[in-house]
T-cell receptor, first 116, second 115 residues
């Protein structure tokens, strides 16, 4: 069965520092992977997604993630954190649902704090 | 392009009462999802519609939760009777297709508090 593990429920970085949010997945089929961001009192917004076209995926707001099959990982990075990056980040993997459709399985999330 | 709309944004009820949430997906999106997000956890899929048909409701507590999507557009999710453990944010999402790579677009959610 598909699952996602996000290491670290809380991550704190200084403004301008590297952001690294960890995601490991388990999948019985070739996975498609997503990172979503959730700002307070808002819905989830797609940051980027891996669809097997390229292992290094670039997303919005300067974020990128690298798919590593050997490590079953899809870590999210950003070279320089900005105060506006403070939010909760969710990694997700696709899983088959009934009738040949697909659904997303989300990790528990990582709350990113950015301090001056 | 208008996003996914949800109402109400907040709801407080007593246990054993009933409550309903409404969702209007992005125009033209055939696939609609309802998720439950408990504090400190990631969203969990409750039910998935393709047009007005249910394709996955394996995680929906059917003894108290129900959902419908009339005419393949708007959807309502109902809880009757509510329990304390139903306190959560209920997110609606929609996507334009059924491929596993299709992006799901989320609404702002309804925060339910059951007292």
């Amino acid at each position: 069965a598909q699952s996602v593990t996000q290491l670290g429920s809380h991550v704190s970085v200084s403004e301008g520092a590297l952001v690294l949010l960890r995601c490991n997945y388990s999948s019985s089929v070739p996975p498609y992977l997503f990172w979503y961001v959730q700002y307070p009192n808002q819905g989830l917004q797609l940051l980027l997604k891996y669809t097997s076209a390229a292992t290094l995926v670039k997303g919005i707001n300067g974020f990128e993630a690298e798919f590593k099959k050997s490590e079953t990982s899809f870590h999210l990075t950003k070279p320089s954190a900005h105060m506006s990056d403070a939010a909760e980040y969710f990694c997700a993997v696709t899983a088959p649902s009934s009738g040949g459709y697909n659904k997303l399985i989300f990790g528990a999330g990582t709350r990113l704090a950015v301090h001056p | 392009e208008a996003g996914v709309a949800q109402s109400p944004r907040y709801k407080i009820i007593e246990k054993r009462q009933s409550v309903a949430f409404w969702c209007n997906p992005i125009s033209g999106h055939a696939t609609l999802y309802w998720y439950q997000q408990i504090l400190g956890q990631g969203p969990k899929l409750l039910i998935q519609f393709q047009n007005n048909g249910v394709v996955d409701d394996s995680q929906l507590p059917k003894d108290r939760f129900s959902a419908e999507r009339l005419k393949g557009v708007d959807s309502t999710l109902k809880i009757q009777p509510a329990k304390l453990e139903d306190s959560a944010v209920y997110l609606c999402a929609s996507s334009g297709g059924v491929r596993s790579t299709d992006t799901q677009y989320f609404g702002p959610g309804t925060r339910l508090t059951v007292l």
